[in-house]
């Protein structure tokens, strides 16, 4: 009579293969019932959500969101610096966005959203930034304008226009790694740096001001008292510089244009306009204040819970519960498409050119004064707005209508060749960058520049040098030449009611 252990010795490999495969069924059994099971509770909860405050983790996949908010950790750099040897780098220019901040108007439940940096040990920059903060260390000075200001946001809570202790961090993040590619790389400042070597403006804004002492103590190769970082208050979110270049009776009548514009295009959805509606209802704080009406204010209203991970407010009513991922889609793709029609906006485009006129004024200056080694600094800072930097990027011909990020920066490298043969200002380029992203060839002045350098960094990158000749040219003598005059005072002249 054949044994068990007789079949298995004979029959070994087949026994255990069918007690591999009986194990396999049990397994796959189980999983599929749980699996099951978890679904229905999934459905349960999902039905119970709609009627109570619900934090919605999937809004936060749309890319549009992730983008604006700008976390720390997706900040990274893209081609900046990326040119072959035989240039020097003699001057970056870098006008960046404020960080994070509370929603310009007050929201339900504010008090409640945690603006705070959620894992701290995380990001030990920021550990460092606050001790140096609170210590004795004055490493910097301010104009009379920042004194009220505090240098840094103390608290976790979302002030409402006020810079968050997140928009800091990201602030610190970018200045560190730039700081790290110009300073170590391309030598741009040394340990032993001088002030007179950096330049700092901001607006007269305390998040503005934060985000550049955030900015510079990233950037910064050393900290000493004996050598204080200045920053300079600026009026106007447009470095116009010279007061003459700062007033411009014509752009009051342009905005008022736009102003209609926009009012036609949200008219003309009437689907957006009780969309938002129906959406203000859930974010303005009490139902005496006014419903919002323009969407970019409502969008930024609800980035205020978006970028902090906060419960959207839900009500329960039967016809729109709650603020979902399609409504939200909605609101973002009619953002983007408002957008795209005002960038080609004849009259935005000039409003936007005769905004940042000073400013372009201001930068052919100081590249000119760098040329002829009459200015020390080697970095300049501008800390502005998104506005800013809607407008610079409309004038530099890269307007895509899309809200500028925060933290978002357009930096200008002015590049010296090492040909001897060149004359003084022919051994001189410029490249421009939009959050990392080459943008030279849209800029008017470069359209027609073919003089291509391989990248330094990445052997598959290309960069596109533009003389800075052009830009000068262009800056005094045919920057008014689409509006059909040739100054500045007659581009601003007030035009009919």
Known sequence: MCTIKNVLVRHKFKSVLLILLWITGI?????????????????????????????????????????????????????????????????????????????????????????????????????????????????????????????????????????????????????????????????????????????????????????????????????????????????????????????????????????????????SHQAVVELIHKIS??????????????????FDSLMGYLCHGAKLPCETNDN??????????????????????LATYPIYQKKSRLRMYGFMVMLQRLFHDKINKKLPERFILFSGHDITLAALSTTLGYANGIFPPYVSRIIFELYKSNNTSLTSVSNYFIRILFNGKDITKYAPFCKNVTKITKGQLNGNLFSLLCPVENFFDFVSNSYFHNFGVSSFSEACRPSPP
């Open 320 to 341: 729109f519960p709650c603020i979902t991922r399609n409504k939200l889609k909605k609101l973002v793709s009619y953002l983007d498409w408002e957008g795209k029609q």
């Open 27 to 267: 397994i796959y059994s189980v999983r599929f019932i749980t699996k099951g099971s978890d679904k229905k509770e999934k459905g349960v909860k999902l039905l119970q959500s709609r009627y109570s405050p619900t934090v919605f983790k999937d809004l936060f996949r749309i890319a549009e969101i992730k983008e604006y908010c700008n976390p720390p950790d997706q900040i990274s750099l893209g081609s900046e610096g990326q040119v072959r040897d035989g240039y020097s780098l003699e001057l970056v220019a870098v006008l960046v966005r404020h960080g994070d901040r509370g929603p310009l108007l007050k929201i339900k439940n504010q008090s409640l959203i945690n603006c705070g940096v959620k894992e701290p040990l995380k990001y030990p920059l920021f550990g460092q930034f606050t001790d140096v903060m609170n210590s004795k260390l004055k490493w910097y000075r301010a104009s009379a304008e920042f004194h009220s200001f505090p240098p840094y946001p103390y608290s976790k809570q979302c002030w409402s226009g006020h810079l968050t202790q997140l928009g800091a961090l990201q602030e610190l993040r970018l200045g560190r790694l730039l700081g790290n590619l110009y300073n170590k790389h391309w030598n741009l400042l040394s340990q032993t740096w001088n002030v007179q070597n950096v330049l700092v403006f901001s607006t007269m804004y305390a998040r503005t001001f934060q985000s550049a002492l955030a900015f510079m103590f990233g950037f910064l190769p050393s900290l000493s008292p004996d050598k204080k970082l200045t920053i300079h208050a600026v009026e106007d979110t447009s470095f116009c510089g010279k007061h003459n270049l700062c007033r411009c009776p014509g752009l009051k009548y342009m905005q008022g244009q736009l102003n209609k514009k926009m009012r036609n295009l949200l008219i």
């Open 281 to 298: 209802s859930f974010v303005k704080p009490s139902q005496k204040t006014p419903n919002i009406t323009q969407g970019g204010t409502l």
